[in-house]
């Protein structure tokens, strides 16, 4: 009988070893959009924008990012980045951080840290002039690195973008965007927002969310909140 339930559980054995084996398979990559902790939430002939988030302990499939891409972290924290193929590097990603990184390129991310991190990542889809129906750039009569609250993160070919850091109750004044862009709210806030020819109104927002503009807009933006406003505005060129 003893003979008998050993050799009855060899089957189990060997099925055990092929579902560790199998496991070990190399995850077929997807593109960014495919990916489940990638969500598309706007898109147009410039920018395709996705909310990625990834909770305590999780982590991507490996995705690819075809294009180049400007992500914005809104939560940030303790990241593990591992290119397809090689060893992942664990740093830590500071909430408010923008960077550009270029297409081309197949990762995955874990979470590593106690915080969940969350990203609003902006691919850019085409420039201004580069494709019919796209209208050119207009000049700035002030460039933005001049008004008040702005200044410059960086700057390449693709994009210039810009931080916009508001104390309670200081305003930017008048001052003119040129070209098309997206702007991502950091913080949770209230903004005073009054453009050229209509009356002002207040916009309530939350970190994370995000507006587009097409091109030429004049406004004043004032912080009306009682905390100290930022945001990553990304204009496109």
């Known amino acids: 009988m003893l003979y008998r339930m050993r050799r009855a559980s060899?089957?189990?054995?060997?099925?055990?070893?092929?579902?560790?084996?199998g496991s070990s398979t190399p995850q077929a990559p997807v593109l960014v959009e495919k990916e489940p902790r990638h969500q598309v939430k706007f898109e147009n002939a410039y920018v395709r924008v996705?909310?990625?988030?990834?909770?305590?302990?999780?982590?991507?499939l490996f995705h690819t990012h075809e294009r180049d891409n400007v992500p914005v972290a809104i939560t940030g924290g303790k990241v593990?980045?591992?290119?397809?193929?090689?060893?992942?590097?664990?740093?830590?990603?500071?909430?408010?951080?923008?960077?550009?990184a270029k297409g081309g390129y197949?990762?995955?991310?874990?979470?590593?840290?106690?915080?969940?991190?969350?990203?609003?990542?902006?691919?850019?889809?085409?420039?201004?002039g580069m494709e019919a129906g796209i209208p050119p750039l207009q000049p700035e009569p002030v460039p933005l690195r001049e008004v008040a609250g702005f200044s410059v993160a960086f700057e390449n070919?693709?994009?210039?973008v810009y931080r916009l850091v508001l104390e309670p109750g200081a305003s930017t004044g008048p001052h003119t965007h040129g070209q098309p862009g997206l702007s991502v709210?950091?913080?949770?806030?209230?903004?005073a927002v009054k453009e050229a020819g209509s009356a002002p109104g207040t916009k309530n927002l939350t970190a994370g969310e995000f507006w587009w503009r097409d091109g030429m807009l004049t406004h004043t933006v004032?912080?009306?909140g009682k905390a100290a406003f930022e945001l990553v505005d990304i204009e496109w060129k």
């Open 222 to 224: 004032e912080n009306a």
């Open 157 to 160: 070919d693709r994009v210039t």
């Open 10 to 21: 060899w089957p189990f054995v060997v099925l055990l070893v092929s579902c560790h084996l």
């Open 80 to 100: 593990k980045v591992e290119l397809l193929g090689k060893e992942g590097t664990i740093s830590t990603v500071g909430t408010g951080s923008v960077s550009f």
């Open 106 to 128: 197949t990762h995955r991310v874990t979470n590593a840290g106690d915080t969940p991190l969350r990203f609003i990542d902006a691919e850019i889809l085409s420039s201004p």
């Open 185 to 191: 709210a950091i913080v949770d806030g209230c903004l």
């Open 50 to 60: 996705i909310d990625a988030r990834v909770p305590v302990g999780d982590q991507t």
